[in-house]
């Protein structure tokens, strides 16, 4: 059995401070090594891995004798084990001192906090950090030690990967099963028995201790947990029905619901949208450290949970029926209809296609659209290609690098600048496992029942190399998921949806724009990546989300004529 993981505390003189702070608080649940130098710490952390063995953690001063300066052991460190988070703690002496060259260490990524040593009992500030880095490593990392949804099949196939995948973003710990292990045949024997078979169709999912099912999509999983649209009542109808469970979405449910709204929301996948895959995002307002997208997402979620607003997942829109002469809009979906009188609409984007035929064949079999956080750790040890110049294709090549042995990113452009953040590109450049390819595109590629190689040309000369490869994620810009939704709501020639004053003047009423948010027909708004104009980023899409809030207690109560002055624009 493997044992607990480690952390490792590095200090010369500071040793005994810092491990009778963990002792108190991780000795259960970790593993405490202590080290006095770089090398010793480099040495002992080479014997736990060579031993099979985990290490979630170091800790260390910011002054070691054996090191011309900090970085130097901490590279050292990261070439043992990548996917360890690194700590560094200064001494209350010099704390400040230490501060400026080690913060700008940080915004490149070469490590994760920069923290005052505990001055005293209860630094619960310290531990703060200390625990949501611990928390973090514990998601993506190993497998989990307790898990709330099983999964049994016999094989990693595209759709054990994608309810896996879903399981994840849902902040749902999970682990995979072999039918045949000897261990699970008592376990095995009492499924079938609630189910009333003799064999077993995989991948069976038993999630939050619902009845076991034997899955045939994410869907499946996903109304085995949380229900069917058709299961809500709430008088009929609701105020605000909110399709697409992204930022946008997410922040709507929080303000509305908050402000006495009766709000339902409808994601078609797993709550969080395309940010939620996000492995780290480092520039959400008031998150110093950073946050996965799908811990910013499960936030929000039991946010709005909080204040009464319904979720229904796995659930794709198929048709929205705007309601005419003031009765309520319905939101349609095959199981089940909800009536509203207002939507908003934040279904998001979806990635385009790479459109080569023998690589889409592969998708689930080392061909990957998105961040896909569960197969990044099946990337270990082998060399992946991330497509795509925007931040999430940044952040999905950074987390993984923490696996694979090596990360190449493609991008038709010359470089990133035009594209990515700045934090993103000085994280990357540090990063010795990741290099960037422009001008370049991928043509070609495939593999006996699973991805083995790509061919890449350059697009400036056309000339082709064919390079090993055993995991691609595509992130290829944005397509509105527009087919559901009214001829009448105007969209731009990229079909996303146009709202206020974007919307054509041959549309306005009485010579005025729709609201800000509003789009051609009344009572309906969009916010988010869907939005025409919208900037694509998850604090804008959050912005977006809220403001829509007011525009539905005004559609729902409108001011008297007499409150409000409107002036024809000309």
Request: glycine residues 10%; negative net charge.
């Amino acid at each position: 059995m493997q044992g607990d993981p480690a952390i490792i505390l590095v200090s010369a003189d500071h040793a005994e401070v810092l491990l009778e702070e963990f002792q108190s608080r991780y000795a259960r649940d970790y593993d405490l090594r202590v080290a006095h130098g770089a090398g010793e710490a480099e040495a002992t952390a080479r014997e736990i891995i060579d031993g099979g063995g985990l290490i979630a953690l170091f800790v260390s001063d910011s002054r070691l004798p054996d090191a011309d300066h900090i970085f130097e052991a901490i590279h050292r460190w990261r070439q043992v084990i990548p996917t360890a988070r690194r700590v560094i703690t200064a001494h209350w002496d010099y704390f400040v001192e230490d501060a400026p060259p080690l913060r700008i260490g940080m915004a490149k990524g070469k490590y994760d906090a920069y923290l005052l040593m505990p001055r005293g009992r209860r630094d619960e500030e310290f531990h703060n950090a200390i625990t949501d880095l611990l928390s973090d490593w514990g998601s993506t990392v190993p497998q989990p030690e307790v898990v709330s949804a099983k999964i049994l099949s016999p094989r990693h196939d595209a759709l054990t990967m994608a309810i896996r995948d879903f399981l994840d973003r849902m902040g749902m710990p999970n682990k995979v099963w072999d039918p045949a292990d000897p261990a699970i045949q008592d376990y095995l024997a009492m499924i079938k028995e609630q189910l009333g078979v003799d064999e077993l169709r995989y991948p069976v999912v038993y999630a939050a201790n619902r009845v076991p099912i034997q899955a045939t999509s994410v869907r499946d999983v996903a109304v085995s947990i949380y229900g069917r649209p058709g299961d809500f009542k709430v008088d009929g109808v609701v105020d605000l029905a909110i399709v697409g469970g992204g930022p946008a979405g997410l922040a709507a449910a929080v303000y509305g619901a908050s402000e006495g709204l009766s709000v339902v929301v409808l994601e078609a996948e797993a709550i969080g949208g395309q940010a939620g895959t996000s492995s780290m995002i480092r520039n959400y307002l008031g998150f110093p450290r950073g946050i996965s997208g799908m811990r910013l997402a499960q936030r929000a979620r039991n946010q709005a949970l909080r204040f009464g607003t319904d979720f229904f997942t796995g659930w794709e829109v198929n048709r929205l029926e705007p309601g005419r002469g003031g009765e309520p809009h319905t939101v349609c979906t095959d199981g089940g209809d909800v009536r509203a009188r207002t939507v908003l609409i934040s279904s998001g984007v979806a990635y385009r296609k790479l459109g080569v035929g023998p690589l889409e064949e592969l998708v689930g079999a080392g061909v990957n659209y998105g961040a896909a956080m569960t197969a990044a750790r099946e990337m270990e040890g082998n060399d992946v290609v991330v497509v795509g110049g925007g931040n999430s294709a940044g952040q999905a090549a950074l987390h993984l690098a923490r696996f694979a042995r090596s990360v190449t990113i493609c991008v038709r452009r010359p470089g990133l600048e035009e594209t990515m953040s700045r934090y993103l590109i000085d994280e990357i450049s540090y990063n010795e496992r990741i290099e960037v390819l422009p001008c370049t595109r991928v043509v070609d590629g495939g593999g006996e029942g699973a991805l083995e190689w790509l061919c890449l040309e350059d697009t400036n000369t056309g000339r082709r190399t064919t390079k090993p490869t055993q995991g691609l994620f595509l992130l290829l810009g944005a397509e509105p998921r527009c087919d559901w939704l009214p001829g009448d709501l105007a969209r731009d020639k990229n079909s996303f949806i146009v709202t206020g004053r974007d919307v054509p003047r041959a549309q306005w009423v009485d010579g005025l724009p729709p609201a800000n948010l509003a789009t051609t027909i009344p009572g309906i708004f969009a916010a988010g990546d869907i939005r025409s104009g919208s900037m694509k980023r998850v604090a804008a899409a959050s912005g977006e989300g809220a403001s829509v809030v007011p525009l539905v207690h005004a559609y729902l109560a409108p001011a008297p004529a007499d409150d409000v002055a409107a002036v024809p624009v000309s």
